[in-house]
């Protein structure tokens, strides 16, 4: 990546003018037309919303949206606050703060209250924000070991292999094939870190950076070795200012020791959610409108600048330092996952649970009434509603668990109302690049506005968004498909 | 239906739709050229046929002095021809010239060529590529022995490096350029040599600047650091060419050193321009009339002529020397033989041989006596006393305007024979309106060879007549007149089937009932031949069949800056206009670039104190122009742009006349000047 | 190379598309833009996935479903969204393609999100009427990366607000725009007309 990317550039130029977008394009070395496709695609070149904002998460849609409203100017993008929510935001001119406990804390300075975690293996047993805290925990002995050439680059994804890890990204991928393709390509090779979470009721990466970056940081370096990428980039949500910070502190420290291998730096998210899906992130980095690519040719083959490029999620590279401590038939027997609680529960927080925990059970840890349930919306926007309280949480059962978010509601809850909260998320996320789903989403508010339940009308709404490019708009029916399921079930 | 684009030499397909008798929407098909693109001419600029400025019906009048006449057809043919008689009688067949256009279409050019030799008896037949590309037709011609690209327009798509002199592609051959940009997108090398910073300059990997007037020194330079690095073609050069050891002690003197004072290029991207051409493979130099319009014109193209022999470029695919033509059919034209020292085929009038073949062909002897030249025949006024002018406007296309027009007023008797009305219709003594190519059928040939269909679309308006039908009618008389032999044909297909007859080896197998579909290449001997892409691949058109190395040597411009003129002028086009003005200019194109902008660079802006936008006057020893300033880096230090296409403020009343000795091309890339202010 | 489409043996060239041997309606794809994947129209089904046949390069032994009635109902009801958004009055092709899928907009009920924009006349010889684009930027292609390379156009917004705009939203003749007209002739919808076409 010799070119220098477009949007750090304007970044540099907020508040942005007519000769700021130019002077970028022209450092960048692209087309006028190309940087103000950008600046008129991603929120922050076109202007934040001002003012107190309330966070429109399904747990506040399940709160009493409108009166929540009242004290609003109105709402912004869920952002992994689902374990404090109703929540509000206050945007003032490029300064953003979260309300919370009746202080504005700025975005830079807020981290997810670390009592929200609970967990031993991914989550660490308090905040781990410098080296020699990480390395007393035990530490980087996966990282010496490889770098000492007592592991070697093969046996590393073979354990990887052996372990079955599957991408906790929410495609639930086996990380071992990705890696190895992109080992056999030709370099230059990278590694893009995805830490642009922002599927609604998901802050298990949020948590896992802010509290735990070591971690990320030591996952990430074994699988660039591992795979012989030149660079690591930490691809992270724009929102999540206070995780980039310590990110970026935690990258000089390793380099200060001698124990970054690999070039690493922090690149700050286009702030969307198609900013998560792996290809449109890497088109973000590059300079462009973060639309979906067309697959094939995947990342591993022609990814970032066209090269070879890993793209994996934050928890996923946590876990290779644990599948390396533990050992990966060990670490199988009970294989570690976070979940992200939220909603009707008497401890909303973060749940490291053994895949296969029956969905009830991890209710139960975070201190539902089970009784009191009346759904569970699984996997965020693009997940399910379900009362099969026995669903046994694990990757390829009946229903999609994403990246493990669950979202409780209660008897009184209107789930329409949750509904049309992700219906409209979804018609304001879409990226506009194929037909399907900025149709098909603009479309299904209406639909669950005035509460269609055709099932005709259904079934060929479902069927023209599943021919989407890509996931946002092929998963984005699951959510009302399964409502009108779980009605039907009732 | 599928007609060929009027402006240009790429010679794009077009589809017009008529409504009411008016294009309302022009499509392209998916054929080649083009292949579905077209540029703005192509595309929005069709409908001058409709311009208020269309003759619509003969004029007549005995002297300049008198009001034309609006006359019957048979009248102005008769009387026409009786003047032409009249000179002939009375002075023989040295007096008379006839110009075709490389507007009109091959059939109408071959027609016009074969009433001036058989019917006047003289070889003063010429047409406006003097203007623009006789310098790469006489280098070409005397070197390989062929004078057109030797490479196919969709070579590009097989080409790794471009070496682009002097042409202002994007503008002017705007398809083209477009398609070798989209190949420097998918990782071709773009080398652009050009003083100004051009579309083309703009996306090129490696940019050259020399000061005008000197690419024959960098081209030399190039080739001595060839030699000297032992880049270059052994094997090619023993096997394909002869004269190489003379030429190469005649490049001796041309060092990166002397390159960089003489040119302002710094040596190292000579050596590295130099390195890239002969190191890459397929490699394609194209050039237009920033290399030609010279008094040094031929010989600069020579200079590049024997770069690519050099390294072995001629002959091969994706590589070659590609003179991207200028008029829509100045292939075409030369191809008919409208010029004066060749009949079509470019088989020699000096030649016994080919005056056999055409005296057998026509019936009648043939003068052998090469003629003169467009810019030769103008000053050889009054010696010649009457011009036949097909669809040429030499009032504004020709250097030195002024000198021209009091040429003209000497003349005794011109013909004008055009769609519109322009700057050289009030010269003449009589006007005859011509059908537009939407209004007659016939062929065009484009810049790669290929002969393509012009249809008929609609009725011409007034009492318009295609050019075929006009010179055949007079031909009709004059022949009756002489008591000569004359063809009467049926139309353009007939008069095709005797072109394919003159010259089979190069058009036999070329049929209109084949162009239905799309255009083919010559040479085509057989009508199962599939038309010659790439030239050379066996052998050259020269006796030897190899090519020929041939020295040449730097010598500075004819005029050069001096206090009193200090700044250099160059002329050129605009994307929104062709030529002469007249076509573009009567059609919806001038919305869209009104009046005539000179572009001065900032410093020289600066030191004159000229703003942008300002009105500014351009002194030349010759003339003076009025103009807009338009303050642009595009145009480098020390010299000023204008593009000729304004007949109210003509840049060619400030060019020299001084001419190229081999190709009689003006000097249009640099003339000495000054700007004033107007105060 | 031999396949088979709709359980029928065809022969496809090496390097073709499965477009070059299918039968499927097409919207976004122009052989001259490198626009494809878009619309979604010419989706087929290759061993239960759902592929563009523009964007897919024909395989040996592949199994290509093109007309089932899961991609019968895509194609209907992504015309009718299409009709319902969007004015296709100057976009025959598209007309006749509803009528042979029976599309009926209604059903969806209402939802007019482009039809409201007012054509854009800014220079002599075309204008932009994007009530009448169904953004497949073909035309953005065109003079961008497909053809021309002038970059006289780009994207504005996101989903369904998202359609062709000029750099800077300047008037194309501020623009690099060299007028090709390239634009006009890709353009599927009639979004983009020739002036002369207007009375
Ligand atoms: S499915 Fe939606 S988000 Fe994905 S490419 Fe299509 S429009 Fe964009
Ligand atoms: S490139 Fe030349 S031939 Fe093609 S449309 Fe333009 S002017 Fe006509
Ligand atoms: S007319 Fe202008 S906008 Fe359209 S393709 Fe040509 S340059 Fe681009
Ligand atoms: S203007 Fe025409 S070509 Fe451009 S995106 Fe819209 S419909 Fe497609
Ligand atoms: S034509 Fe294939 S997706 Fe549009």
Known sequence: MDKPSLLPLLDARLPLTEEGIAEAARLAGVPLAQAWGVVRYYPRYRGLPQGRLLVDDPVARARGFARLLEGADGTHPPLGLEALSPIHVRIEGRERYVEYQGHRVPFREFRLPFHLGHGERLLPPEPILDLAAYERIGGLQALRSLLGGRLSPHDLIQAVEEAGLLGRGGAAFPTHIKMRAVAQGEAPKYLVVNADESEPGNFKDRFLLEHHPFLVLEGALLAALATGASRIFLYVREEFEAAMLGLEKAVAELKEAGLLPVPTEVFRSGGLYICGEETALLESMEGKRAEPRLKPPFPVEKGLWGRPTLVQNVETLASLPVILKEGPRAWRQREPKLFSISGDVARPGLYELPLGTPLGEALRRAGAELGEIQAVLLGGAAGVFTKDLAFPLRYRERLPLGAGAMVAFGKEVDLWEVLLGLAQFFREESCGKCFPCPLGTAVQVEMVRRRERSKALLQDLAQTLKGSLCGLGQSAYWAYASLLEVEGAA | ?679 | MRLKVNGQPVEAQEGSLLLDVVDVPTLCHHPHTETQGLCRLCLVEVDGRLLPACATPAREGMEVWTDTDALRTLRKTLLEWLALTTDLSLAPELQDLLASYGADPGRWGALTVRKGSAPIRDNPFFLRDYAKCVNCRRCVDACGDGIMGVYALTLENRGLLAHPTTPLDRPLPETPCVFCGNCVQVCPTGALRPLGLEV
Not at chain 2, 57 to 70: G, I
Not at chain 2, 656 to 670: G, N
Request: hydrophobic share 40%; aromatic share 8%.
């Open chain 2, 1 to 679: 239906m599928r007609t060929t684009c009027p402006y240009c030499g790429v010679g794009c397909q077009v589809e017009p739709t008529v409504k009411e008798g008016r294009i309302v929407q022009v499509l392209a098909p998916d054929i080649p050229p083009n292949h579905g693109a077209l540029c703005v001419k192509g595309r929005f600029g069709l409908d001058f046929p409709f311009s208020e400025k269309r003759l619509l019906y003969p004029l007549v009048r005995e002297s300049r002095r008198e009001p034309f006449r609006r006359v019957s057809w048979e009248e102005a043919l008769d009387f026409v021809a009786s003047r032409l008689l009249a000179v002939l009688r009375r002075r023989g067949p040295e007096a008379l010239a006839v110009f075709p256009s490389a507007k009109t279409t091959n059939e109408e050019v071959y027609l016009a060529q074969k009433l001036a030799r058989v019917l006047l008896g003289t070889n003063h037949v010429d047409h406006c590529s003097r203007l623009c590309h006789s310098s790469s037709t006489a280098a070409l011609s005397r070197s390989l022995g062929g004078a057109s690209m030797t490479n196919p327009i969709e070579d590009i798509w097989k080409t790794d490096l471009f070496l682009v002199v002097g042409s202002n592609t994007t503008e002017t051959h705007p398809v083209i350029g477009a398609m070798i940009k989209k190949r420097v997108r998918q990782g071709a090398r773009l080398i652009v040599v050009d003083p100004r910073y051009t579309g083309m300059a703009e996306a090129a990997t490696l940019w050259l600047r020399p000061h005008p007037g000197t690419d024959l020194f960098l081209f030399n330079a190039m080739a001595r650091y060839i030699l000297e690095e032992g880049l270059w073609d052994q094997g090619y050069v023993e096997e394909r060419t002869e004269g190489f050891a003379e030429w190469r002690a005649s490049v001796e003197g041309y060092t990166l050193e002397e390159a960089e004072r003489i040119t302002g290029v710094k040596r190292e991207n000579i050596a590295l321009a130099a390195r890239l051409y002969a190191t890459t493979e397929r490699a394609g130099a194209y050039w237009a009339m920033g290399l030609t319009q010279h008094t040094k014109g031929t010989a600069t193209v020579q200079a590049l002529v024997n770069l690519a022999l050099l390294t072995g470029k001629v002959g091969k695919e994706g590589a070659g020397l590609n003179p991207l033509r200028g008029q829509n059919n100045v292939q075409g034209a030369g191809d008919m033989g409208g010029l004066p020292d060749v009949f079509p085929g470019y088989l020699r009038v000096a030649d016994q041989g080919a005056r056999r073949r055409f005296e057998g062909l026509w019936g009648v002897g043939l003068n052998p006596q090469p003629g003169l030249r467009m810019t030769e025949v103008f000053q050889a006024i009054p010696q010649v006393e009457a011009i036949y002018l097909i669809g040429e406007d030499p009032v504004t296309s020709e250097p030195y305007q002024d000198h021209l027009k009091a040429k003209l007023e000497a003349l005794p008797f011109l013909v004008v024979q055009d769609i519109l009305e322009n700057e050289t219709t009030p010269f003449a003594h009589v006007v005859l309106p011509a059908a537009s190519f939407l209004e007659k059928e016939g062929t065009f040939t484009n810049t790669d060879r290929r002969v393509q269909r012009v249809r008929q679309i609609l009725e011409p308006p007034g009492e318009a007549r295609p050019d075929w039908w006009i010179i055949q009618e007079l031909g009709k008389r004059l022949a009756q007149a002489l008591g000569r032999p004359w063809t009467l044909y049926l139309g353009p297909e007939a008069i095709w089937e005797e072109v394919r007859q003159a010259i089979p080896e190069m058009l036999g197998g070329i049929t209109y009932p084949r162009l239905e579909r799309e255009g083919v290449r010559w040479p085509c001997p057989e009508e199962d031949h599939p038309g010659e892409a790439v030239l050379f691949q066996e052998g050259f058109n020269t006796p030897s069949g190899k090519a020929r190395f041939i020295p040449v040597d730097f010598t500075p411009p004819a005029e050069t800056p001096s206090p009193e003129y200090p700044l250099v002028l160059s002329t050129g086009r605009v994307l929104y206009h062709w030529h002469g003005g007249t076509l573009s200019r009567n059609s919806q194109l001038k919305e869209a670039y009104p009046e005539l902008k000179v572009e001065v660079n900032p410093k020289d802006a600066e030191r004159l104190g000229i703003q942008d936008g300002e009105i500014i006057q351009v002194v030349s020893r010759r003339g003076r122009i009025r103009a807009r300033a338009w303050v642009t880096e595009r145009t480098p230090e020390g010299v000023v742009y204008a593009p000729f296409h304004f007949a109210e403020a003509p840049a060619n009343r400030l060019t020299l006349d001084a001419l190229d000795p081999i190709s009689r091309i003006p000097e249009y890339k640099v003339s000495a000047v000054r700007v004033e202010k107007l105060d």
